[in-house]
Antibody, heavy 116, light 113 residues
Framework: EVQLVETGGGLVQPGRSLKLSCVASGFTFNNYWMSWTRQAPGKGLEWVASITNSGGSTYYPDSVKGRFTISRDNAQNTLYLQMNSLRSEDTATYYC?????????WGQGVMVTVSS | DIVMTQSPSSLAVSAGETVTINCKSSQSLLYSGNQKNYLAWYQQKPGQSPKLLIYWASTRQSGVPDRFIGSGSGTDFTLTISSVQAEDLAIYYCQQYYDTPYTFGAGTKLELK
């Protein structure tokens, strides 16, 4: 059974940093691209970052480029999202997803609240 | 960026009805190299993570009931739910994965009449 379990969320002040983790199980992690997608409270879905299966390439929308960094440890079956210079508009539930013709598996999500 | 426009934004239905949700992309999602449309549909129930229903515009994800049908090509796509059941009440999103930034439609909320 495919499982994606995110951790690391919480309350953080504007301008500070936070690192999310996603532990994957039930599939061969290093065969798949992975992504992070977020959802602000009561709002729609926004793609945040993607990484190739080897970790050699990463992709971001302009809204987080230069502030967020996606990475992975294939030996530990773990995906990361390092978030720096956080803003109030980054407040959202962050989902880890497996990429395979769309995002075919999603984690339960982790809440990040950016507030002073 | 590819803009995804979904309509309607909400829909009130009775159980047993057939509903249609539309999704239009600002540029073609059909890749000539493999003749595939890079379009997915998701269902999100309250308090839950989104769930993939349809990918490549018309391929049903494993375990998804066959009353969910995806169709369309190029820039115009449709999700049809035949004989809506109470468990189908949710928000539905389309998404293009043709090019980064991957983008989602704003969602269609399916409610009970």
């Amino acid at each position: 059974e495919v499982q994606l379990v995110e951790t690391g969320g919480g309350l953080v002040q504007p301008g500070r940093s936070l690192k999310l983790s996603c532990v994957a199980s039930g599939f061969t992690f290093n065969n798949y691209w992975m992504s992070w997608t977020r959802q602000a409270p009561g709002k729609g879905l926004e793609w945040v970052a993607s990484i190739t299966n080897s970790g050699g390439s990463t992709y971001y929308p302009d809204s987080v480029k230069g502030r967020f960094t996606i990475s992975r440890d294939n030996a530990q079956n773990t995906l990361y999202l390092q978030m720096n210079s956080l803003r109030s508009e980054d407040t959202a539930t962050y989902y880890c997803t497996r990429d395979s013709g769309g995002f075919d598996y999603w984690g339960q999500g982790v809440m990040v609240t950016v507030s002073s | 960026d590819i803009v995804m426009t979904q309509s309607p934004s909400s829909l009130a239905v009775s159980a047993g009805e057939t509903v249609t949700i539309n999704c239009k992309s600002s540029q073609s999602l059909l890749y000539s190299g493999n003749q595939k449309n890079y379009l997915a549909w998701y269902q999100q129930k309250p308090g839950q993570s989104p769930k993939l229903l349809i990918y490549w515009a018309s391929t049903r994800q494993s375990g998804v009931p066959d009353r969910f049908i995806g169709s369309g090509s190029g820039t115009d796509f449709t999700l049809t739910i035949s004989s809506v059941q109470a468990e189908d009440l949710a928000i539905y999103y389309c998404q293009q994965y043709y090019d980064t930034p991957y983008t989602f439609g704003a969602g269609t909320k399916l409610e009970l009449k």
